[in-house]
């Protein structure tokens, strides 16, 4: 709940993620994604959500990202002891149906997905999505069975099982 940028390594809108690099500081997901892209020696093949051309994948990644931000805003809400006010009750109905969204369509958006791809920020941020509610507890994550499934299949990757949430000692 800090307001002091430095607690962010200097970020001024007060959020993780910061990366600090020889080159500067990056706030934000998507770019310091890109930059760690930029210096990898992996060279490896990613899909980028503005590869995502189709109202199907463009929109699965709109409610990803929107669902992750929702959630943070009731982890704060929760922080605060505001819970259960009307405007978290349309927070979560707000994440509640982009998961179901997402759940009745995540077979058609894994087929939509180019071959090719050795990773998709689409499926990275959806697998967080997922596990981080579990970890957090904002909201049961197994009515949504084809979610479930999509992370358990995801979940086995060596990177995923590496860098499991915890809280900082």
Not at 88 to 108: F, N, Y
Request: hydrophobic share 40%; glycine share 4%.
């Amino acid at each position: 709940m800090s307001r002091n940028p430095s607690h962010y390594a200097g970020n001024p809108a007060l959020k993780l993620p910061v990366l600090q690099t020889s080159d500067g500081t990056w706030y934000g997901t998507l770019t310091i994604c890109r930059v760690l892209s930029r210096i990898s020696k992996l060279r490896l093949e990613i899909l980028w959500p503005e590869a995502l051309a189709s109202p199907l994948l463009s929109n699965a990644q709109e409610l990803t990202t929107q669902a992750m931000a929702t959630e943070v805003s009731l982890i704060l809400s929760r922080l605060v002891g505001r819970a259960d006010g009307p405007a978290q009750v349309k927070l979560l109905t707000s994440l509640s149906r982009s998961l179901v969204w997402l759940d009745e369509r995540i077979d058609a958006i894994l087929q939509e997905l180019p071959r090719n791809r050795d990773l998709s920020y689409l499926e990275v941020t959806l697998f967080c999505l997922l596990t981080h509610l579990k970890f957090r507890e904002v909201l049961s994550v197994a009515p949504y069975s084809n979610l479930e499934a999509f992370c358990r299949l995801y979940g086995e990757r060596k990177e995923c099982r590496d860098t499991p949430y915890a809280f900082d000692p």
